[in-house]
């Protein structure tokens, strides 16, 4: 597939579709319309598109549909695709520590194809844009962090590499063996190699960089200081892992004499240019810190509850202002993988809270569009449909036998199951048709995750 954008007088027309903008007002159309120009989004509003437009290359009635902007993903590990099903009851420490000596087995090879599996899956549920925090570099794994990204080139959607990383093992009191990290200095060289080399900060980018050390129990304080120091010094984003489990916050006070905020504030981790993975054990201090720095956060409902880690306090998270996006979280404790279905369990999950508003359906909405592109740093491309902004869109087909008589079509999307995904445009290009990715042969893909996943299981 062509990488370039589709030329400017190239035009797509939909028409006849219930419309979520998700802009500023919430605006929403019955029957209306979106002009797409290119990669951009020219058009927008209610009833039919304007008859006298040129270039018009495909014209879709999208009755019984809703379109919404494509979703955005903000927390994930791609390679973990091939670690699926494995460690199935355990909490987060005890399945790291299962987990870590099969992942310090990984190579390019491997990664390539979990990171198609990862990144189909979040196409195919209406994802447009994803980021993945990839922390686990062994020695004589190839280059690891160019095969995910050519992986999600191939198959067209708008990405985030996290040139993640971890340098504190067992013998410095961290939890990952000691074979599964590298060296403090090694990882610096090669986090701003990647800046260096991948980081493309214009408004229609389709790749960016950020630095991405994986948590407090697998990283050294001089690591998370550099980090931050050279984020800033390269003009791109910092993400780690936060405030996960009880057992994290237990580890940082009797590493660290204070709660992971407090250290993540004493490392010089809080700012509108970080975003954290879970935040799950935040008190009323930690939150009111990140409303404070306009510190993001990338909410993992269902990996929250596969490793029975807790609720986060979403609602009020919201409340204070701070800025949040849903993740998946890697697929070793996401086993669906799917951004799409993180809507409904986000909004089922927050209401576990007590109280019916905490979530809404439209603010879960929100959160998987807007939220995510904010928390990203790319609310002003992605994330709504306004004129102007980049044509990452999803068509969902709500008039079939599973949502045709919910009275509702954005409650058909948060409050239903997961509807059909008609059409999936990235850039003003399309990736899923029908359901279907159309850049890349899915069976071929299947396989090749099967098979990597015996490779790596073998090589235990
Ligand atoms: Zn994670």
């Known amino acids: ?40 989004i020219e058009s927008v509003g209610e009833g039919p598109a304007p008859q006298w437009l040129q270039g018009v290359v495909r014209r879709i009635n999208a009755e019984g549909h809703l379109v919404t902007p494509g979703l955005v993903n903000t927390h994930h590990h791609f390679y973990q695709w091939i670690t699926r099903g494995l460690a199935q009851d355990n909490i987060l420490f005890d399945w790291l520590v299962a987990l870590y000596p099969t992942w310090a087995r990984i190579d390019d090879k491997l990664v390539h194809a979990a990171a198609q599996g990862s990144a189909a899956a979040l196409l195919k549920s209406g994802c447009t844009t994803a980021s993945d925090h990839h922390y686990v570099f062994p020695q004589g794994g190839g280059d690891i962090l160019g095969a995910e990204i050519e992986a999600v080139a191939e198959l067209g959607m708008r990405f985030t590499a996290l040139r993640g990383s971890m340098d504190r093992s067992k013998k410095d009191g961290g939890l990952p063996p000691d074979h599964a990290v590298e060296k403090t200095e090694d990882i610096l060289i090669a986090s701003e190699a990647a800046v260096d080399r991948y980081h493309d900060a214009s408004f229609d980018s389709m790749l960016q960089i950020a630095i991405a050390p994986c948590s407090p129990f697998s990283v050294s304080t001089e690591l998370m200081r550099e980090a931050a120091v050279l984020a800033r010094r390269k003009g791109v984003r910092l993400h780690t892992h936060g405030s996960e489990t009880a057992e994290e916050e237990q580890f940082c006070k009797e590493l660290f004499g204070m709660g992971p905020t407090d250290y993540f504030e004493s490392t010089g981790w809080l700012g509108e240019d970080v975003w954290m993975a879970h935040c799950v054990h935040m008190n009323d201090s930690d939150i009111a810190k990140f409303a404070e720095t306009g510190t993001g956060v990338a909410h993992c409902p269902s990996s929250n509850a596969r490793l029975a880690a807790g609720i986060a306090r979403v609602p009020d998270m919201l409340r204070a202002g701070v800025p949040v996006g849903l993740g998946v979280d890697g697929t070793a404790s996401n086993e669906s993988g799917e951004l799409g279905t993180e809507l409904r369990n986000a909004l089922l999950i927050n209401r576990l809270h007590g109280y019916p508003d905490a979530l809404t359906g439209r603010k879960a909405l929100r959160l998987g569009t807007m939220g995510g592109a904010r928390v990203l740093g790319r609310q002003n491309e992605i994330g709504s449909i306004e004129v102007g902004k980049l044509a990452d869109l999803a068509l ?16 058909a999307l948060t409050l239903g199951a997961l509807p059909p995904l008609a059409l999936l445009l990235v850039n003003g290009r399309p990736v899923v048709e029908n359901g279907n990715l159309t850049t890349v042969n899915e069976d071929r893909i299947a396989k090749a995750a099967a098979d990597a996943a015996r490779e790596l299981a073998a090589r235990a």
Do not use: C, F, Q
């Open 396 to 411: 969902w087909k709500v008039d079939g036998i599973m949502h045709s008589s919910i009275a509702d079509p954005v409650a």
């Open 1 to 40: 597939m062509s990488t370039l954008p589709p030329p400017a007088d190239e035009r797509i027309v939909i028409e006849n579709a219930a419309i979520a903008t998700v802009d500023a007002a919430d605006n929403e159309y019955t029957r209306g319309h979106v002009v797409i120009a290119g990669n951009r």
